[in-house]
């Protein structure tokens, strides 16, 4: 949680505003309603908590863009769902916008 902010400002701890995290996963919209990334979730909370232990008292997860039950199946397609997310989610964000795609192994984001 902290690295996502201290990447977010750039190393600048006056920052006081930046914007939520989006998220690109490979959980399948299809299963939201076991699945889905809510305000209510650890994960969601302890961003917000870390947010507001560093100033920023309306930060944490904001997007989540979802994958399917088809790359479930064929995990082999996780990586270009999520490139496809991507697109999606700069479409919805101003041009100027800067991004920083930071992954793990374990959904093919290095393939993303």
Known sequence: MQFA???????????KEIP????LTARAREFKFALELK??????????AAGRANGLEDWGIGTVLYGSVREWVFQSLKADRKY?????????????SQY?????????????
């Open 100 to 112: 920083i795609f930071v992954g793990d192994t374990g959904e093919r984001d290095e393939a993303a």
């Open 84 to 96: 496809d997310n991507f697109g999606r989610l700069q479409a919805m964000l101003p041009r100027a």
């Open 39 to 48: 305000e209510s979730s650890t994960i969601n909370t302890n961003y917000r």
């Open 20 to 23: 939520r995290l989006a998220v």
């Open 5 to 15: 902010i201290e990447v977010a400002r750039g190393g600048d701890e006056s920052i």
